[in-house]
């Protein structure tokens, strides 16, 4: 059962990984980002469990939240990207994985499994520190631009970690197809939605020199955007397929405000060691203090 835990913290920090491949090899990442959500939006039709499935699942509220939520995936997606390009891949993930605390903080007030301890507390107090420091340049006084970018995948990250656990459980998950819908609609409308975004984009700048790879590539771009598009959306879909499970296999055992801590905190350490060992990224006396508080807020939250 923990296997579905292990693959959800493997394929999440792989997303901040490929994101640095991307940059390394001049991918594009607004069309690839647009890509890999069609792609994952394939693989949850594939594995959705048919039309039977689909037509049962459209009869919850769920279904439609989650559609409605993928509008908002491709801003965050783009964020994380540019991110993870910018200020690195361990505060990019203390950012990301730290959002959890808005769903534990609610969990805490509506959950009656979950109780208010001093180490949920102290966690909580943690967390906003801990992304401070972590996208904290060394060299330079703290400005609100350097923190704008991690602030807001932090709160949206959040918000969006709220989605899917409020409706991970059993009360709503009564079918084992319906992980694989929950997952894929999001996927489905961000494609949609980033289609939408880049044919207005282009027909804006018809007749314009392009400013940036959101307009459009360079014609011998597309072979990498393609390639890097279907490897990221099928790590993308992963991620969350086996999120979902891991809420399934494990209830009863642990309550949904642990499950998030453990796979967060195996990210933030998979994610730094993959972003020091293999990308050489650099971690300055601050950026590691606010990398420990992230750590320890995590640690907190499983107590």
Known sequence: MWIDLLLTILCTAGLFAIFRLFEQHQVPSTPAIVINYAVAGAWGVVLGGGIETWKAA???????????????????FRLVARSAQTIGMAPTSVASKLSMVIPVAIFLLTDPQDTLTWQKA??????????????????????????????????????????FAWFSGPEHMVDPGFRSVFATLPFLTAALTGAVFLGWQHRAA???QPASDTVQPPSGAWRKIAVGGVVLGTVNFGSLYFLLASYAALQGQMPRSSIIPVTNLGVVMLSTAIGVALFREHLSARNRLGLLFG??????LLL
């Open 206 to 208: 018809r007749g314009v």
């Open 58 to 76: 459209s009869q919850h509220r769920w279904f439609y939240i989650a559609a409605l939520a993928g509008t908002g995936f491709l801003f965050i």
């Open 122 to 163: 102290l966690a909580l107090a943690l967390a906003l520190p801990a992304v401070v420091l972590t996208a904290w340049s060394a060299g330079t006084r703290l400005q609100f631009a350097q923190l704008r970018l991690p602030l807001t995948i932090f709160i949206g990250g959040g918000l969006i970690d709220l989605l």
């Open 295 to 300: 750590c320890a807020a995590i640690l907190l």
